[in-house]
């Protein structure tokens, strides 16, 4: 048994009713609706795939002809073994048919160019899109459900044992599964919505209404696309709202973070929103104008606009935009500020501004990070953090914020999403113009605005790919980052910041490898602490 704490080999959470902690435990082990209809799902799924086993077993080749609608499935199935058998001949044909010469290489590429665009011309767009949208939608759904499968578990690993109590372990586990059920109901809306605006044309409806309503008779493509664009967000945030509203006011509440009252909920809304159309308008237009007058290689152009964007708003978040949701001031004289500026000077570090900010005026959650270009960085550091931390365990993270600095990790990262931009682009370049895909969504003529809103739909599947492997990579950094401190002499002060964190934060404790392995940004706690050779960290093993 993992828990030391238990009276005996039969003890059970939820025997004593007097027990703080078995109080605690019962409510994380009881499944609700929520649950119950997950189980229900999964069990009717299950009864439907041996209905269909049995179908097959008892009209064998019949099949098809008892019920027509199964013909495709059936012959893929019939022709499963075949293709296998067939695939290394196949190969050995295709290897030996590969290009020998430029010529050939050249008219090899030729033909899949012409392949390439009959295939975009008959695919059927909108079938696809919404294949891929649930396809994504599954998956992700499947991930929630396994992480929360591990929220209901009531006793602590092992490895967590010596320095998690068992309360905060329960904490943790119910402030998840409050997250999880909002998540997996605001995920299910969504899907729900996004099949609608599909099935029914909502989008060109919107766009037609748009252009009724301004009056532009659709000679202003320009300016259309930047009202529909404030109409599209302005119903994307309304349907957000109540989901948001629950999060802040419930969820968060419930386990003692939001600090928010509603009139600053809504304040904050009000400026988000405004933000949106400040920033956002000017970049539709200006990628619109870029996509008018650039011609066939407009993906080149439309690249450099956005990468200049980004490197703004790099440059504008920390100094004009987050200064209108948080306060900034200088950290205080005193032995933090002295240490910080210490390590700084060590490293070389170019260090113009040393602030605190007052996150706990909306929330407890903590956090500190680097910004700023060549010699103007800046260090920002939360008053939650301050609260919650000792100075050298404070240092000891400025020291892994400094770790991506000195590692070069940030500059990596924007190159790598500069290349995924490229990538986006030169992709949509491909279907920009393509009638039958505007045709399948009911979209009379090619409104770029439009077709890239398409894409995005089709770009879904490959776009989880790439922040999966995008969060390969964060994950990577982090552990370099946190052997950085380490190796600055930080790392005992490090691992007990980082159980610090994890505690007040109620961050998951014993996630799910498939779930955090597809989803975390950050490794989990304890594979940071057996990376820094925490010598309280125990075995993984129960």
């Not at 493509?221 to 664009?229: G, M, N």
């Not at 987050?322 to 000077?345: D, S, V, Y």
Request: hydrophobic share 50%.
């Amino acid at each position: 048994m993992s828990e030391a704490e238990s009276s005996s080999k039969g003890a059970r959470y939820g025997d004593d009713p007097e027990s703080t902690v078995d109080a605690q435990a019962r409510v994380v082990q009881q499944k609700g609706l929520l649950d119950d209809v997950i189980d229900g799902i999964q069990l009717g799924l299950l009864v439907i795939a041996f209905i269909c086993l049995v179908f097959a077993v008892v009209f064998g080749s019949s099949l098809p002809t008892v019920f027509p609608a199964t013909q495709p499935v059936y012959d893929f199935v019939v022709g499963l073994p075949e293709l296998v058998r067939a695939a290394p001949e196949c190969v050995a044909e295709l290897w030996a048919a590969r290009p020998q010469s430029l010529a050939e290489l050249e008219a090899t590429q030729a033909a899949l160019a012409a392949w390439l665009r009959d295939l975009l011309h008959w695919l059927p767009y909108k079938q696809c899109v919404l294949a891929f949208s649930w396809a994504t939608y599954l998956w992700e759904a499947k991930l929630n459900i396994r992480q929360r499968r591990q929220l209901h578990e009531v006793r602590r690993p092992q490895a967590i044992a010596s320095f998690i109590s068992r309360q905060v372990y329960l904490e943790a586990n119910a402030y998840g599964l409050d997250k999880s059920s909002l998540q997996l109901v605001k995920d299910a809306f969504g899907q729900v919505q996004t099949t609608l605006v599909i099935v029914y044309d909502a989008v060109p409806w919107l766009w037609a209404a748009v252009d009724a309503w301004a009056g532009l008779g659709g000679q202003h493509v320009i300016v259309q696309s930047v009202l529909f664009f404030a109409a599209a967000s302005l119903v994307s945030t309304v349907l957000a709202l109540p989901f948001d509203l629950y999060s802040t006011f419930v969820v968060e509440k419930r386990h003692g973070f939001n600090k928010q009252t509603v009139g600053l909920f809504f304040a904050d809304l009000a400026k988000s929103l405004m933000l949106t159309m400040a920033l956002g308008a000017p970049l539709v237009a200006g990628f619109l104008w870029v996509i008018e007058r650039t011609g066939a290689r407009f993906y080149l152009y439309a690249w450099a606009l956005m990468a200049g964007v980004q490197l703004l708003l790099i440059v504008i978040y920390p100094t004009v935009i987050q200064p209108l949701f948080n306060k900034f001031e200088p950290l205080p004289a005193g032995e933090l500020r002295t240490a910080i500026e210490a390590l700084a000077t060590r490293l070389q570090f170019p260090l113009a501004k040393l602030y605190m900010v007052d996150g706990s005026k909306r929330s407890s959650h903590s956090n500190a990070y680097v910004f700023g270009f060549f010699r103007a960085k800046r260090i920002v550091i939360y008053d939650t953090l301050i609260d919650q931390c000792t100075t050298d365990e404070i240092v000891a993270v400025v020291g892994h914020e400094l770790g991506h600095w000195q590692k070069s990790h940030t500059v990596r990262m924007l190159a790598m999403a500069q290349v995924q931009i490229l990538l986006i682009f030169f992709a949509f370049s491909c279907v920009i113009n393509e009638p039958s895909m505007y045709a399948s969504f009911g979209v009379a003529g090619t409104p770029v605005m439009l077709g890239f809103l398409f894409f995005q739909y089709l770009y879904e599947p490959l776009g989880s790919l790439l922040q999966f492997a995008m969060n390969v990579v964060s994950r990577i950094n982090e552990f370099q980052a946190d052997a950085f401190s380490q190796g600055l002499g930080y790392g005992e002060q490090l691992a007990s910041c980082l159980i610090k964190l994890q505690i007040e934060n109620k961050a998951a404790m014993n996630p799910d490898w498939l779930y955090s392995a597809y989803t975390y940004s950050h490794p989990p706690l304890v594979e940071r602490l057996n990376a820094l050779g925490n010598p309280h960290l125990a075995s993984k093993k129960e």
